[in-house]
């Protein structure tokens, strides 16, 4: 029985990316003999026009049904005016996050070795950079409740969310966190503000706890602020970091932007069970959209995280890992990613390069 | 009548670069006959040994009566562990921050051309660096209620923090940011994650309000998260940044690492007076105290903030500043900014340099 795969190229770029990402997967698919079944559907602003909402219910039926989901991106400027908030983009794809229950957020930030130069960092920094980012995908401040804006004594407005995090939901993102140390270099930072605030003395405290489990990885902890500053000093330092859904928002982004190729970083959406949500690290995009600009390269790894994850199929992702390095040998370049000396290609031709690759 | 400045070392490396700042204000003192009155009290830490609490009520009132505040800085490994969360070091500053309304927080992040090598950014994305964060000091989720943990059914224990601003709160800090943007190069990235959270879609709106009195300033909105990852990709882009408490204190830490010379920044933070608490950007760094190692030159900034913004002593200010640009030149270091064929000193000895040159 062939699994079910679920495509939401979504808004800006989004498309675009995702029509390379999927000339990938079909022919993984007919090489592999994988037998999936690829369908898509429609998220974020792309369904706000068609449907009115940005989560049509067909589309959470499909994303529930499915074994994993390819996403391309979310939002952009056309949305960014609706004063009802629950018409927006984002609100598609937090709706699946937090419907699927993809708690457990997976953000590799890698330096290619072809691509050190484009770092903003010394070489010497982030030469063989390779951490990963451990994000709690389902709760913080993101889905607190209470939550909105209201009057005050005098008609002054104040607006208002929630940071809360109960032990379980602490315990099972550090559970993912504490396995993927273990199967890499088997060391785990746990980024809170426990100084600061109550709610990450709890999350610290559940980490101590956890650590029990798992003697062979070192565990340590450190404040948010320092650790903004730790990744721009010594990324190196970082092996595995685990923290909550703004925490990580915040210093997944920033780690990603210390490889120089944001345009390159893929990353997986989990629940308990394996099935995921995969999606390029980078946003929409909507000021180059259409234009072919878009670096395709980082929904293909997504669709490699897939492959492993989701499907079962470690050795696909192999090879499609493979022949994105091969195509980085060629010099093949999206403008994102390109450098004096090398080849500027277009979104359609670097997918078409992998598609000759593999 | 003379001023009245408090003094705080704190706790680790506050002492000792306290005194060296001590030593700077009094020459000034001295010689622009300032007749300051300057006290020294209790906070943090030291103040927990001491008297049990982290801002005993004789501080807090020397405090007040005080026209400004120097602070070394608090915390350390020592207390970190007590249980007893109102017992903490950080509680000391949080304290005096809330109980005066601290609630401008200025922190400029500057590449000294001396130290262009010391950032771990390429010389292109960072020379001529010169950005300066805002942040709101006394709101947000830094002091929001409700907060705690408390025990949810089953008794799973649940930790909360509350993120919560005002329009007035925002609209004053907003007017400090565009007072400064205005008096510098008049333009105003105000940070959120308006896409997200509720609280922070009234902050862009109360922004985009206050921006129709101030034509003459550029006021943009970014999303935290790519606020992180431009400060890393082009951080030269930004005049004036004005964001919450929390961002604030990811935000600017980050920003100051680019600058490779988190040694060598100072912060003010005011109230609607212009009275305010003046310490350096870095923390307590417990790890080198006691050994003559700390750079005491963020604290000898923060003077020279003090002397300009609560003492009218904008003349003695610019002269503590050209001192410490030429005690760089004369190639001292400490061993934060310690380079290939430059001297490296104490922290003393650098105070005692800072004082010669003066
Ligand atoms: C689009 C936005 C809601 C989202 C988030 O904040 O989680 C994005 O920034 C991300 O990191 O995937
Ligand atoms: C010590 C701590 C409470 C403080 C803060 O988070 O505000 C510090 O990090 C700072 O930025 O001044």
């Not at 050190?116 to 451990?134: C, N, Q, R, Y």
């Not at 379980?168 to 273990?182: D, P, S």
Request: negative net charge.
């Amino acid at each position: 029985m062939g699994k079910n795969v679920l495509v939401l190229p979504g808004d800006g770029i989004g498309p675009e990316i995702v029509t390379e990402a999927r000339k990938v997967l079909e022919l993984v698919n007919d090489r592999h003999g994988l037998g999936l079944e690829i369908n898509e559907a429609l998220v974020g602003g792309a369904a706000i026009d068609a449907t009115g909402v940005p989560l049509p219910d067909a589309t959470l039926a499909a994303a529930k049904a499915a074994d994993a989901i390819l996403l391309g991106a979310v939002g952009g400027p056309k949305w960014d005016t609706n004063p009802d908030f629950a018409i927006r983009p984002e609100k598609g794809l937090l709706g699946i996050r937090s419907q699927l229950e993809l708690f457990g957020n997976l953000r590799p930030a890698i330096l290619y070795p072809q691509l050190a130069h484009a770092s903003t960092l010394k070489p010497e920094v982030v030469s063989g950079l390779d951490i990963l980012i451990v994000r709690e995908l389902t709760g913080g401040i993101y889905f607190g409740q209470p939550r909105g804006v209201r009057e005050k004594d005098g008609g002054i407005r104040e607006g208002f969310n929630t940071y809360v995090y109960d032990e379980n939901e602490i315990r099972r993102i550090g559970r993912v966190a504490f396995e993927a140390a273990r199967a890499r270099n088997k060391r785990l930072c746990s980024v809170d503000k426990a100084n600061v605030l109550e709610v990450t003395v709890l999350w610290r405290e559940i980490m101590e706890e956890l650590s029990v489990e798992y003697p062979d990885v070192e565990l340590s902890h450190m404040y948010v602020d320092n650790a903004a500053m730790q990744l721009v000093r010594a990324p190196k330092q970082f092996d595995v970091v685990v923290t909550g859904n703004m925490f990580g928002d915040i210093l997944s982004d920033a780690a990603a932007m210390l490889t120089g190729s944001i345009g390159m970083l893929p990353s997986a959406s989990l629940d308990e069970s394996g099935k995921g949500m995969y999606e390029p690290c980078h946003g929409s995009a909507p000021d180059i959209a259409g234009q072919g600009k878009a670096n395709p390269l980082a929904t293909i790894l997504s669709v490699a995280m897939m492959l492993r994850y989701s499907l079962g199929a470690g050795e696909a992702a192999d090879q499609v890992e493979a022949a994105v390095s091969k195509v980085l040998d060629q010099n093949l370049r999206t403008p994102d990613i390109m450098s004096e000396g090398m080849r500027a290609v277009s979104t359609s031709e670097m997918g078409d390069a992998v598609v000759a690759a593999l």
